[in-house]
């Protein structure tokens, strides 16, 4: 190793505005040792399918990653890397096969994810929050309140010192370059003392120098006491020596184990003689590529598939076994070290539940505040196209002539709010599900606990646009003049405005972007056919008329009527001899709804809200296990 392995680093700073600094070992809180062991790792894909369809990824590999090291997982593209990363991690359980253990025990998994972090490849993070709100938020929710807020300022400024994010703290994600948000992404997880850290391609998107100081990081953070297991593409001869310890996989095998200066007298124990001046990783990748020959079956015999560790620098003899290879035994917990090491026992989330949902209640309204779509787009849509309505409709309210021209307008309304309230939600949700996964799969917080924020959070905006829209058009088309009148067309068309936006939640937790978008709109017709203003109850065939009352949009529209033409609303004014809609209650027995009820309207919309809002937490929660 180089002077990385020192016990002072002199990091070079991220970029050129930031100033060197030096970290030292000590400011680095020690934290749980674990050691990671896993044998036999199978994982196969297509799994209770047709055998035909089933791809076997991963063959019964083993291997173990002592902490204190920083570990290259390597391999061609195909080879099974990021498969492995993402089972040791606990990102993925189905089609697997095998053990995983922490210190010689199997490996609890809910236990785990608390003493673990996962940094994806690329960096899932929210837009529109700043580094410091994010890493503020972070320390909430991964300390807990059993950590004094003068120990949480404590953390967040050294981490963001360390990671050289002290001069972006008000800048904005959106802002940041790769290498700022690859700092952020590990900066965020690295806030509670995790004992274990994997990053899939952590250098991936980054220049030559970022790449090297983010390496030279996670060396130092491993040299804290932590376990840092990373997949990276091909690294420079220069960034090789930043590792500790090398895993090498060909078709699913393990074909090398060991130390980063053991490598090449492995292979030449195999009559595989790097050139010189090669890399030695090109020249792993070339020999796991095929340009050999078909030298695989001896290199993964030669390590056991992982289950040996290659130690010995001198060439070995022709017996592999005992010359240059020494036998993993089972994972144990050193002598020097026993003090240092906690069994793995019942774990729940850092932050009691109501903290989750303040803390994530409060970064969600700062996020919708921030996000063009949520907020001034849709306040703009909201106002414009109801002066436009107005213009379209001016002063048809009180005319007993234009009663069905009304009826349309009302029914456009509920037509209007429910696709404003739907189609931000339906569009952008699917985005941030990725950045949901990868803090609940990092145990930030409970999914109830960020379902419940996100639904609170929601609540203000689907009443404040609505109310916009409603009171221009309720003005310009001089509908009656009524308070309460407006409170009741006001509460319906919220209570849209809420069923829509649950709708869009559905759809956005169930599926991707261009499939939530088409079935959400697809799955409205049948209840837009069935709301009683296209077709009304009586001409409804027998065998379909149940069909009504499971659809909202009747509600929606008998809601509306009944606020404007019901409760013994006075006649309507007439400018011909004869009006046949001159009194309201004409107009709702043309539309079967004088025995209607407006409270029932309401309740209809309220159980509805239930149910899709219900319906989205269960379908984020399937998604959820689906992906893992």
């Known amino acids: 190793m180089d002077s990385t392995g020192m016990d002072e680093i002199k990091l070079i700073g991220w970029n050129s505005s930031t100033t060197p600094m030096l970290l030292q070992r000590s400011q680095i809180s020690q934290p749980t040792l674990l050691d990671l062991n896993f044998r036999d790792l199978s994982y196969t894909t297509g799994k209770g399918k047709r055998r035909a369809s089933a791809k076997t990824i991963l063959h019964q590999v083993s291997g173990t990653f002592k902490s204190g090291q920083l570990i290259a997982v390597l391999g061609p593209s195909g080879a099974g890397k990021t498969s492995l990363m993402n089972i040791l991690a606990g990102a993925k359980k189905t089609g697997v096969e095998g053990r995983v253990e922490i210190n010689g025990s199997e490996r609890k998994l809910k236990t785990f994810r608390k003493q673990s972090a996962f940094i994806t490849q690329e960096d899932h993070l929210l837009q529109d929050l700043t580094v410091e709100e994010y890493v503020v938020a972070a320390a909430h929710l991964k300390l807990g309140n059993g950590v004094s807020e003068s120990e949480k300022k404590s953390t967040i400024e050294h981490v963001m010192k360390i990671l050289g994010?002290?001069?972006?703290?008000?800048?904005?994600?959106?802002?940041?370059?790769?290498?700022?948000?690859?700092?952020?992404?590990?900066?965020?997880?690295?806030?509670?003392?995790?004992?274990?850290?994997?990053?899939?391609?952590?250098t991936s998107g980054l220049d030559s120098s970022s790449?090297?100081?983010?390496?030279?990081?996670?060396?130092?953070?491993?040299?804290?006491?932590?376990?840092?297991?990373?997949?990276?593409?091909?690294?420079s001869s220069r960034l090789l020596g930043y590792f500790d310890h090398l895993y090498i996989v060909a078709g699913g095998f393990c074909i090398y184990q060991g130390p980063v200066r053991h490598l090449v007298p492995y292979f030449q124990s195999m009559n595989l003689n790097c050139p010189s001046y090669h890399n030695p990783?090109?020249?792993?990748?070339?020999?796991?590529?095929?340009?050999?020959?078909?030298?695989?079956?001896?290199?993964?015999?030669?390590?056991?598939?992982?289950?040996?560790?290659?130690?010995?620098?001198?060439?070995?003899?022709?017996?592999?076994?005992?010359?240059?290879?020494?036998?993993?035994?089972?994972?144990?917990?050193?002598?020097?070290?026993?003090?240092?090491?906690?069994?793995?026992?019942?774990?729940?989330?850092?932050?009691?539940?109501?903290?989750?949902?303040?803390?994530?209640?409060?970064?969600?309204?700062?996020?919708?505040?921030?996000?063009?779509m949520l907020t001034t787009m849709r306040l703009a849509a909201h106002t414009l196209i109801g002066l436009l309505v107005g213009m379209l409709f001016w002063f048809i309210g009180n005319d007993a002539n234009a009663i069905l021209s009304n009826a349309g307008l009302l029914f456009f309304n509920q037509l209007f709010i429910l696709f404003t309230s739907l189609t931000p939600t339906v569009i952008t949700f699917p985005?941030?599900?990725?950045?949901?996964?990868?803090?609940?799969?990092?145990?930030?917080?409970?999914?109830?606990?960020?379902?419940?924020?996100?639904?609170?959070?929601?609540?203000?905006?689907?009443?404040?646009?609505?109310?916009?829209?409603?009171?221009?058009?309720?003005?310009?088309?001089?509908?009656?003049?009524?308070?309460?009148?407006?409170?009741?067309?006001?509460?319906?068309?919220?209570?849209?405005?809420?069923?829509?936006?649950?709708?869009?939640?559905?759809?956005?937790?169930?599926?991707?972007?261009?499939?939530?978008?088409?079935?959400?709109?697809?799955?409205?017709?049948?209840?837009?056919?069935?709301?009683?203003?296209?077709?009304?109850?009586?001409?409804?065939?027998?065998?379909?008329?149940?069909?009504?009352?499971?659809?909202?949009?009747?509600?929606?529209f008998e809601g509306s009527m009944l606020s404007v033409y019901g409760f013994g609303r006075p006649f309507l004014a007439c400018s011909q001899v004869y009006c046949q809609f001159r009194n309201p209650q004409r107009i709702l027995?043309?539309?079967?709804?004088?025995?209607?009820?407006y409270y029932w309207s309401v309740i209809g919309l309220l159980v509805f809200f239930l149910v899709v809002r219900v319906a989205g937490y269960f379908a984020l929660r399937f998604k959820l296990k689906n992906v893992m």
Not at 302 to 323: A, E, Y
Not at 338 to 353: D, E, L, M
Not at 465 to 478: A, D, G, Q, R
């Open 165 to 202: 994010l002290a001069d972006s703290r008000q800048t904005r994600v959106s802002h940041l370059s790769g290498g700022e948000c690859k700092r952020l992404s590990i900066g965020l997880e690295i806030i509670n003392n995790p004992s274990i850290l994997f990053l899939d391609e952590p």
């Open 211 to 235: 790449t090297v100081q983010c390496v030279a990081l996670l060396g130092e953070i491993a040299r804290s006491g932590r376990t840092v297991v990373t997949t990276i593409h091909q690294p």
């Open 281 to 372: 990783i090109d020249f792993a990748m070339d020999v796991a590529c095929g340009q050999y020959g078909n030298v695989l079956a001896d290199l993964v015999s030669g390590v056991k598939n992982g289950q040996l560790n290659f130690q010995n620098s001198s060439k070995p003899s022709s017996s592999h076994d005992t010359q240059f290879c020494n036998e993993i035994e089972d994972v144990s917990i050193p002598e020097g070290r026993k003090k240092g090491v906690k069994r793995q026992g019942r774990c729940n989330y850092a932050a009691p539940f109501h903290t989750q949902v303040i803390v994530l209640l409060g970064r969600t309204w700062r996020t919708i505040c921030r996000e063009k």
């Open 431 to 556: 985005l941030e599900r990725k950045v949901l996964f990868r803090e609940h799969l990092n145990h930030w917080y409970s999914l109830k606990a960020y379902y419940l924020a996100k639904t609170l959070a929601d609540i203000p905006f689907q009443m404040i646009f609505p109310t916009v829209y409603l009171v221009i058009v309720y003005l310009m088309t001089n509908q009656p003049m009524s308070m309460d009148r407006f409170a009741m067309l006001l509460v319906i068309t919220i209570c849209m405005s809420l069923v829509g936006q649950g709708v869009g939640l559905l759809f956005g937790a169930a599926f991707n972007i261009k499939l939530a978008v088409f079935l959400a709109l697809s799955c409205l017709m049948p209840f837009m056919v069935f709301s009683g203003f296209n077709a009304t109850y009586d001409s409804i065939p027998y065998y379909l008329k149940g069909l009504i009352y499971v659809s909202f949009f009747h509600y929606s």
């Open 589 to 597: 027995e043309e539309f079967n709804m004088d025995q209607s009820s």
